[in-house]
T-cell receptor, first 114, second 117 residues
Framework: DAKTTQPPSMDCAEGRAANLPCNHS???????VYWYRQIHSQGPQYIIH???NNETNEMASLIITEDRKSSTLILPHATLRDTAVYYC???????????????FGDGTTLTVKP | GAVVSQHPSWVICKSGTSVKIECRSL??????MFWYRQFPKQSLMLMAT?????????EQGVEKDKFLINHASLTLSTLTVTSAHPEDSSFYIC?????????????FGPGTRLTVT
């Protein structure tokens, strides 16, 4: 899997948008960008994923640059419960041997402050 | 959404004993499950890939004789930590890959906290 780099930590004020960047400059054409978050002592929680188009769901928006070398996860109105470690992962999707195999980087610790 | 469970959620065992952790996909079939280990303040590290009906594939540096993986059915994989030592104390997380046609998404379990005394 391609390596991703994320800032180690970020702060965000409650109610404001949290923008979490991720660099994945070696992403290959068949790899998707996935975002997960992990709240202390829990398993990772899926947030969103995309290939090359911007995506939005009830939790967040994902903006992927045209060259696919970086992306940004946007939490539009951060709450205290969004405090967590956020992981950006690139991996294959489909039936290949490596599909579904996630390699985690260090992630970004997001702290939402009142 | 798809749910993956782990049992137990936490376990304390004495050094030298073995501990079995179960990972179940509750509402989907998973031909592939992944086992991760996470030490405090560190990221998840992939230990092995478990394939139903075949031998697991271990990542470099992971002792296959110490971490026994069995994936006997499409909904259950087990990880047995044999002759556990305090350095094996960690948070163990499994994930399961949905084999449904064109799905192949990955879902994570809640994790199992192992403490070896």
């Amino acid at each position: 899997d391609a390596k991703t780099t994320q800032p180690p930590s970020m702060d965000c004020a409650e109610g404001r948008a949290a923008n979490l960047p991720c660099n994945h400059s070696t992403i290959s054409g068949n790899e998707y960008v996935y975002w997960y978050r992990q709240i202390h002592s829990q398993g990772p929680q899926y947030i969103i994923h995309g290939l090359k188009n911007n995506e939005t769901n009830e939790m967040a928006s994902l903006i992927i640059t045209e060259d696919r070398k970086s992306s940004t996860l946007i939490l539009p109105h951060a709450t205290l419960r969004d405090t967590a470690v956020y992981y950006c992962i690139v991996r294959e999707r489909g039936s290949g041997t490596n599909a579904g195999k996630s390699t985690f980087g260090d992630g970004t610790t997001l702290t939402v402050k009142p | 959404g798809a749910v993956v469970s782990q049992h137990p959620s936490w376990v304390i065992c004495k050094s030298g004993t073995s501990v079995k952790i179960e990972c179940r996909s509750l509402d989907f079939q998973a031909t592939t499950m992944f086992w991760y280990r996470q030490f405090p303040k560190q990221s998840l590290m992939l230990m092995a890939t478990s394939n139903e009906g075949s031998k697991a594939t271990y990542e470099q540096g992971v002792e296959k004789d110490k971490f026994l993986i069995n994936h006997a059915s499409l909904t259950l994989s087990t990880l047995t930590v044999t002759s556990a030592h305090p350095e094996d104390s960690s948070f163990y997380i499994c994930s399961a890959r949905d084999r449904a046609l064109f799905a192949y998404e990955q879902y994570f379990g809640p994790g199992t906290r192992l403490t070896v005394t």
